[in-house]
């Protein structure tokens, strides 16, 4: 059993939208700083989003600025990714992570918990 788990992902057009959804039976995200990252093959996974469990303040990579939007429904245990005017480059696997040591880092190696990933896929 996995912490985490995304949906949403899928094959989508360049300029077209999705919304990646994350969600846990084991973790609660109010207590949880919340980030999502992406690797591509043959790549490292990068930073793309995070929201803090503080206030709700939201850091993104400077690729991804103006076109996504991290969120969370703390009454839900929900986090999202709406993903706008999507690109091939943004072409990857997507995974949601969470941490609790209040660091709100935009580092992989920081997040303890990690779901196995939706697939996004942009078709040019």
């Known amino acids: 059993q996995v912490p985490l788990v995304e949906s949403g992902g899928g094959l989508v057009q360049a300029g077209g939208s999705l919304r990646l959804s994350c969600a846990s039976s084991?973790?609660?995200?109010?207590?949880?700083?919340m980030g999502w990252f992406r690797q591509a093959p043959g790549k490292e996974r990068e930073f793309v989003a995070s929201i803090s469990q503080s206030d709700g303040t939201d850091d993104y990579a400077d690729s991804v600025k103006g076109r996504f939007a991290i969120s969370r429904d703390n009454v839900k245990n929900m986090v999202y990714l709406q993903m706008n005017s999507l690109k091939p480059e943004d072409t990857a696997m997507y995974y949601c992570a969470a941490d609790n040591t209040g660091r709100f880092s935009t580092r992989a190696g920081d997040y303890l918990s990690w779901g196995p990933g939706t697939q996004v896929t942009v078709s040019a």
């Open positions: 084991e973790i609660p995200f109010r207590n949880f700083d």
